[in-house]
């Protein structure tokens, strides 16, 4: 059985290279994973896979949101 709860990252804590999975992306920024999916999906947010696992970078969640904001 996997534990489902996330670990409590702020984002001043949190190493830009650090690895986060959807759900610890979504509770980092307070959005429902399927938001941080659909980002990913448009390319606005770089991620990879790693067998059936996805993982974002915490610098590039963060680069790719803020670029967002900017458009």
């Known amino acids: 059985m996997h534990d489902h709860t996330v670990k409590n990252i702020k ?5 830009p290279n650090q690895m986060l999975t ?8 307070v959005v429902h994973p399927e938001t941080i999916r659909r980002h990913i999906r448009d390319g606005s ?27």
Do not use: C, H, Y
């Open 45 to 71: 947010v770089a991620a990879i896979k790693i067998g059936s696992a996805i993982r974002v970078r915490a610098a590039d969640l963060m680069q790719g949101l803020a670029v967002g904001k900017a458009a």
């Open 11 to 15: 984002t001043d804590d949190a190493n």
């Open 22 to 29: 959807v759900r610890q992306a979504a509770a980092l920024l």
